[in-house]
C-alpha cells in the first residue's frame, strides 16, 4: 500500500510575518520614486522558528541554519492616482553576499502592470518559489513601480464595517518534517 516503506511527509510552516495595521487607519509602504526599489517590511510575526529570523526594522531575513523549503509573499498593491499610461508595480529578491553587497536574483522579478484610468486601483501578487539558504544568508523582498507620481504602495487596510484589517504583505516559509 502506498507509503507503507516511507513515512509521509508533513509540510510545516517555518515562519509567518506580516504587515498589518493595528490601528484604525490604512498604513502603507509608498515608493518615493521611479524604478528604485525598496524593501519590503513586516511588523508582526505570527509564527517563528529556530531555523531563520526576521529583522522588522530592515525586512532581512537570515538563515541561522540551512534550509531547504518554500518561500512565499503575498501582497497587495495600491495604485492611487490616475494618469496617461499604464503603470509597472514588481517584486524580487535580494540576497546578500559580503564581497558584492545586496545583489537581485536573476529570474526572481516578478511585475504586474496596472491600468492608468482606475483610481485606487488594487493589485495582488501571490508568489512562491523553492528555496535552499545555507546558515548565516541573508535576503529580502523589494519592490519598485514605474510611475510613483501614482503613489503606488503596499497597503494594509483598517477594520471598517465588521470586516478585519487586510494583511499588505504576508511572508511565509514551509519546510518539510518526515
Known amino acids: 500500500m502506498f507509503g507503507e516503506c516511507c513515512p509521509f511527509v508533513v509540510p510545516k510552516v517555518l515562519m509567518r510575518a506580516s504587515y498589518v495595521t493595528a490601528s484604525g487607519s490604512n498604513i502603507k509602504q509608498i515608493l518615493l520614486?521611479?524604478?528604485v526599489a525598496q524593501t519590503i517590511l513586516f511588523n508582526q510575526v505570527t509564527v517563528v522558528d529556530p531555523a531563520l529570523s526576521i529583522d522588522l526594522v530592515t525586512g532581512e531575513v537570515t538563515a541561522l541554519k540551512d534550509f531547504s523549503g518554500m518561500a512565499s509573499l503575498a501582497a497587495t498593491a495600491l495604485r492611487e492616482q490616475t494618469g496617461a499610461g499604464e503603470v509597472e508595480w514588481g517584486v524580487f529578491i535580494e540576497g546578500y553576499d559580503a564581497?558584492?553587497?545586496w545583489q537581485a536574483f536573476p529570474g526572481s522579478l516578478r511585475p504586474v502592470t496596472m491600468s492608468s484610468q482606475t483610481t485606487?486601483?488594487?493589485r495582488t501578487i501571490d508568489y512562491t518559489l523553492a528555496v535552499e539558504i545555507l546558515a548565516g544568508t541573508?535576503?529580502?523582498w523589494r519592490h519598485y513601480t514605474s510611475d510613483a507620481s501614482r503613489q503606488v504602495s503596499i497597503v494594509s487596510f483598517a477594520a471598517a464595517n465588521g470586516l478585519p484589517s487586510s494583511a499588505g504583505a504576508i511572508m511565509s516559509f514551509w519546510g518539510v518534517k518526515p
Open 33 to 35: 520614486a521611479d524604478n
Open 99 to 101: 564581497v558584492n553587497g
Open 120 to 122: 485606487n486601483e488594487k
Open 138 to 140: 541573508k535576503f529580502r
